[in-house]
């Protein structure tokens, strides 16, 4: 039973941008209040990309970066809260569109805290000798589920996809994936929610505030403990994009001054199940995290569920 790693990564965000001040054309709100609130200076909306062609633009990426071909990718799994067709899944599709021959392939919904889960559900499928090369992609079309005219969610939600392909780790080779430490608060369903036939997110903003401030950082020392890394050594810290002040937080509470904090929400917005592929792709292309280096990775949201692991940078 090996480990696995992630090989490399990739991520897609369509080209058009929404800056505050064009939201504060729709409601009342302004500049000044989102950055200080929220942290989003403007954010990437979607035109007529689907989440599969967003997907699959990331997927496509992260396979060009990998060395590997579609034909040995035998597992393609796909985070998202926002596909709108029930069928085929969002993964057959990128497998349809990228050429990958007869993988396993479905989608996964835990919200925000998507990637995670299925990064974790991915190295347990190589673990169990199920899969040797896997795709995982997050990937959100949240201005589809957004009401335009409800000020505390339409300033927050994005869309865009971030993907890695992830490898079976070669025995000598130290653990490129921790163990994940996954979880939930089923009883707080309500704090999050895109229900119903004209399912727009809602969401009772303080409660998942608190609840992300006081609850997670203890969940997140957790799955260092378990990857047995010195918080102290991580090189990076990525965590969901939800709000700034929520990052800085659960940064506080972790204490690792040493360690980047991804703070990609500042131009990409909340993109949920995206945000930490997409945060994590950027620093990867941007060479700030050395390949190798312990980086931390946490999702939370609507369920509400979270997961984590420490991975080491690809
Ligand atoms: C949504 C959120 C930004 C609201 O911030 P907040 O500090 O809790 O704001 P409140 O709802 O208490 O409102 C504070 C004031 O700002 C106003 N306000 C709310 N939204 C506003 C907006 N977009 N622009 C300007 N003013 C706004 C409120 O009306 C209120 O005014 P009042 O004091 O005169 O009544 C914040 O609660 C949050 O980010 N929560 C977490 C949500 C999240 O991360 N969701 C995704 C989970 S994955």
Known sequence: MTGSRILSMGHYQPSRVVTNDDIAQLVETNDEWIRDRVGIVSRRIAGDETVADMAAAAADKALANSGLTATDIDLVVVATCTSIDRSPNVACRVAAKLGINAPGAFDLNTACSG???????????????????????????????????????????????????????????????????????????????????????????????????????PLALQACERAGVDPAELAAFVPHQANSRIIDGIAKRL?????????????SGNTSAASIPLALSKLVERREVPSGAPVLLFGFGGGLTYAGQVVRCP
């Open 115 to 217: 990637f995670a889960y299925a990064l974790g559900t991915v190295d347990h499928a190589i673990r169990a000798g199920a899969s040797r090369n896997a795709l995982v992609i997050g990937a959100e079309k949240l201005s589809d589920f957004t009401d335009w005219t409800d000020r505390s969610t339409c300033i927050i939600f994005a869309d865009g996809a971030g993907a890695a392909v992830v490898t079976a780790a070669a025995e000598d080779e130290p653990v490129g994936i921790g163990p994940v430490v996954w979880g939930s608060v089923p009883e707080r369903g309500d704090a999050v929610r895109i229900e119903g036939w004209r399912p727009y997110v809602a969401q009772e903003g303080q409660t998942v505030f608190r609840w992300a401030t006081t609850a997670l950082a």
């Open 255 to 267: 204490n690792i001054p040493q360690a980047i904090i991804a703070k990609d929400i500042v131009e």
